[in-house]
């Protein structure tokens, strides 16, 4: 395989496991006051995953100069809403 495969293949997989945490994370997510059906140490090694997926993400685009600090942008709605993933960390604590 040569770089740009493997370089493209990581960036399936970090994209396809970003994707799967927030899911899970968000599918879990519970109202307050209410027990999480997730452990602590289970929040902290998703918050973790996140963590390292994001920088290596991001390390990526640096690498191949495309990296931006730009927000997401949905043309179908009149208001951006993103989310970073500090807030992510406070809702799974």
Do not use: W
């Not at 994209?15 to 879990?28: E, F, M, P, Y």
């Amino acid at each position: 395989m040569s770089k740009d495969n493997n370089q493209d293949f990581e960036i399936r997989l970090l994209n396809a496991v970003r994707k799967t945490l927030i899911s899970v994370a968000k599918d879990t997510m519970t109202k307050p006051g209410l027990r999480h059906p997730l452990s602590e140490g289970t929040q902290k090694m998703i918050t973790d995953c996140l963590d390292i997926v994001t920088s290596r993400q991001i390390s990526i685009e640096k690498e191949s100069g495309s990296h931006t600090k730009m927000k997401p942008v949905y043309t179908d709605e009149q208001t951006v809403q993103s989310f970073s993933i500090d807030d992510l960390k406070k809702t799974l604590n």
